[in-house]
């Protein structure tokens, strides 16, 4: 069974500093998603990762993958205030198109 | 277009009720999804639609009928549903069973 885990699930900082969200996957897959969510609102695709050493940016936001290791990082450059949302990774089972969702990581920051 | 459009955005229906939830894609895109999130979870997949046949069914209760009239339109029937079913119910759609999923804005069902 295919299990994704995402650390840290909460994370206040402050505005300027830079920080990674970890995406860990338990079985070999080769697509992996980031969605932003936030709060009640529905997600936002940010980043499609396809290949191994796969490296996605888009403003302050980088992804990267690395599929040898089944881990996934999300990487924020001088955080804002318009980036608190709830970020989550995303793993393609198999060639079903189900995705399985980490748990998410909530990212607060502060002025 | 780049949307998927569901209705209702709020629907709030007692156990008795019959609804639909309603989704709509003008992308072209031939896969389609339902998905629950339930408040500070991440979304479970429930059913998927590859060219309009239902490929995927994750054990979901009875009381949760899916439908695809066309390749553009995904229905979500719901009968007499239990509190417990109170969550956001999420529409995707993708070109393909691999490609990139894109949600909808979500329905917020709470059933009283």
């Known amino acids: 069974e295919l299990k994704v885990e995402q650390n840290p699930l909460f994370l206040s900082m402050q505005e300027g500093k830079n920080y990674t969200i970890y995406c860990n996957y338990s079985t070999t897959s080769d697509r992996l998603y980031w969605y932003r969510q936030d709060p009640g609102k529905s997600l936002e695709s940010l980043f499609v990762l396809l290949s191994n050493g796969a490296v996605k940016q888009e403003g302050r936001l980088m992804a990267s993958l690395d599929t ?12 804002v205030h318009d980036l608190s949302a709830t970020y989550f990774c995303a793993v393609d089972h198999g060639n079903t198109g189900k995705l399985i969702f980490g748990q998410g990581t909530t990212l607060q920051v502060k002025p | 277009d780049t949307e998927v459009t569901q209705t209702p955005k709020h629907l709030v229906m007692g156990m008795t009720n019959k609804k639909s939830l309603k989704c709509e894609q003008h992308m072209g895109h031939r896969a389609m999804y339902w998905y629950k999130q339930k408040a500070k979870k991440p979304p479970e997949l ?11 069914n994750e054990s979901v209760p009875s009381r949760f009928s899916p439908e695809c009239p066309n390749s553009s339109l ?20 993708s070109r393909g069973a691999r490609t990139e999923a894109f949600f909808g804005q979500g329905t917020r069902l709470t059933v009283v």
């Not at chain 1, 040898?68 to 955080?79: E, F, P, Q």
């Not at chain 2, 995904?74 to 759609?93: I, T």
Request: proline letters at 2%; a neutral charge.
């Open chain 1, 68 to 79: 040898k290791a089944r881990l996934s990082t999300l990487h924020i450059t001088a955080a």
């Open chain 2, 74 to 93: 995904l229905n979500l029937h719901l009968h007499a549903l239990q509190p417990e079913d109170s969550a956001l119910y999420l529409c995707a759609s």
């Open chain 2, 46 to 56: 429930m059913f998927v639609y590859s060219y309009e046949k239902l490929s995927i």
